[in-house]
């Protein structure tokens, strides 16, 4: 076999390992991006709960809030329980703005989404809320 016979095979080995490495990399991407979006996912939802859990575990606040949804007036301006409420709804705010963040980079689909909006909608609907 000549040299030059030699070098093209092993060229074409080295190509074919080129193209091989190169496919590898594009699937390991792949599972990286997967993988990023649930780590996101599963961050935004143990957002979700502990915002949640802030409600369910402290009593005093769940009423203030059923209160607040009832009757906007029940807590004045500059009571504690005004300014409680205000930084819940902000944080609530910020959590849906980092939701519509990730659906603009693709970690929702649209009907997941459209559920996600729904539910805001009726969040913001209390005359407290606006």
Known sequence: MKISAVNEVVSLIANIGVIGSIVFLGLEMQQNTEMMQSQTRNSIVENQLSFYERA????DFAIVIAEMRLDPDSYPIGTPESFQYALFMASQQRMWEN??????????DPDEFK??????????SFEANL
């Open 99 to 108: 939701e519509f963040y990730q659906y603009q980079k693709g970690l929702f």
């Open 115 to 124: 559920a996600r909006t729904n539910l805001w909608r009726r969040s913001i």
């Open 56 to 59: 369910i575990e402290n009593n």
